[in-house]
């Protein structure tokens, strides 16, 4: 519920609190009775606040002490604003510029003063709207090889790592979010999960009754508990990335934790395939989305070979940590087997994804928290008969996942679930 010092703030209380941090009331600009405030948080947990002044905007965002998308029901720590902080600050060291910049921020208040991100949209708007965005998937590649490599033990000596690592395995009530909702309630009867009902009533069933599924998703489950990688974004969906046509953005952070790679990789990949299946519910007489489709699966090829290809580059150039001491390896055959064994890794790495991306969509649909792409389509049969599509996709990722073994293996089953 927070310390003395933590009160929510609404639009009045918002000014004279920014009007008493000197660099943003001269960032802003002007006299502060005359900012403009706009509450737009449209996520599930916190308060989102455009600011504008004279001099410019500014955006706030402040974690509430419960889950804005259920109510004070649910009570959450505030420190999550402490996490969120912290994994932007730790990825601005790595891709600056595919972050908002970060202004101020204040503990106590769990808030934070960042760049407003302007004229950018939510990628997940402009995916239902079937704009393509030509740099996304090289930004997002960027975004991951550089964020996952150079926090892992590849890059970082192991006490500056488990220095890092310590304050963020506080973050366990954000972790125990996902771990239930994603790993596990999708696959039982929950009171939060919910479905387009009767269509999916049947499927929903076969989930909760399919053992494979549930190793498959318990497994990557004890994945997620266990196998600190990477410094892992945590919540890496359509809806945590702002774009331009030229520019793309990671966002929303506060569920990031030491966790396995191939969870953002596959959170990601799993909105692109949502994304994919939601383009029948949008199809109109004028256009039938089928070149977006394609689109969207050119994508998915091209943000896991843009990845792979940059954390080769960077294990090969920059593997400054104590896994694989370079000096065991100087000799051709021990070059040649580290080499042989990089790529084994991006194998084991990809299979991941897929489990995760399988993990991440079936939660979407089953389970508390669903995708605009599937909730904007009205028409509750049409909705289910591209629900249907993604979860029979998704199945085949969880339980299947090693049969996928590149990207491309990928686009075939999406184009040919039945
Ligand atoms: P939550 O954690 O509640 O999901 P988000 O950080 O995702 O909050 O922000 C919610 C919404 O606020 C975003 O969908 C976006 O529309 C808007 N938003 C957040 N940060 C910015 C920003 N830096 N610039 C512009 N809009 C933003
Ligand atoms: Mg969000
Ligand atoms: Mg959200
Ligand atoms: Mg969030």
């Not at 419960?66 to 601005?92: C, I, K, M, T």
């Not at 704009?131 to 090289?138: D, F």
């Not at 989930?207 to 196998?227: M, N, P």
């Not at 959170?267 to 689109?295: K, V």
Request: with cysteine; charged share 25%; proline share 5%.
């Amino acid at each position: 519920t927070g310390g003395p010092d933590y009160r929510p703030l609404d639009e009045a209380g918002l000014r004279p609190y920014l009007a008493g941090l000197p660099a943003i009331r001269d960032a802003l600009g002007g006299d502060p009775a005359g900012w403009h405030v706009t509450e737009v948080g449209d996520g599930n947990l916190n308060l989102v606040f455009i600011v504008r002044g004279s001099a410019g905007g500014l955006v706030v965002k402040q974690a509430l002490p419960y889950v804005r998308l259920v109510g004070d029901s649910w009570p959450l720590p505030l420190d999550r604003a402490w996490f969120e902080w912290h994994a932007l600050s730790e990825q601005a060291r790595h891709v600056p510029h595919l972050l908002p910049k970060l202004h101020h921020f204040d503990p106590a208040m769990a808030l934070m003063v960042m760049e407003w991100l302007t004229p950018h949209i939510i990628l997940r708007k402009g995916m239902i709207a079937g704009t393509r965005y030509p740099r996304l998937a090289g930004h997002m590649a960027e975004f991951l090889a550089q964020t996952l490599f150079k926090t892992s033990d590849l890059h970082a000596p192991a006490a500056e790592k488990k220095a890092k690592m310590a304050p963020f395995c506080g973050n366990t009530a954000l972790c125990k979010i996902t771990e239930d909702l994603v790993f596990t309630d999708p696959y039982r009867i929950a009171k939060l999960n919910r479905w387009t009902t009767p269509q999916l009533d049947g499927l929903a069933a076969q989930f909760r009754a399919d053992a494979a599924a549930k190793v498959a998703a318990q497994e990557l489950k004890w994945a997620f508990l266990t196998r600190a990688e990477a410094l892992v974004h945590g919540d890496l969906h359509t809806g945590s990335i702002m774009v331009t046509e030229t520019d793309s953005r990671a966002i929303d952070p506060e569920f990031a934790f030491y966790g396995p790679m191939g969870f953002d990789i596959g959170a990601l990949l799993a909105n692109f395939f949502l994304a994919y299946f939601a383009q029948g519910g949008h199809a109109t007489p004028a256009d039938d989305r089928s070149d977006y489709r394609s689109w969207l699966l050119v994508q998915v090829e091209a943000i896991w070979s843009g990845f792979e290809k940059r954390f080769l580059e960077l294990w090969r150039a920059e593997a400054r940590g104590d896994a694989f001491e370079a000096g065991l390896f100087a000799d051709a055959d021990g070059a040649l087997a580290l080499d042989a064994h990089r790529k084994a890794t991006m194998a084991r790495l990809f299979r991941d994804t897929v489990g995760f991306a399988g993990a991440k969509m079936v939660r979407r649909i089953l389970g508390l928290a669903h995708v605009a792409d599937l909730e904007t389509i009205a028409d509750p049969d049409r909705r289910a008969a591209c629900e249907t599509q993604a979860l029979r996709l998704a199945r085949a990722f969880l339980v299947e996942r090693d049969r996928f073994t590149g990207p491309a293996d990928l686009r075939h089953a999406a184009e040919t679930i039945y």
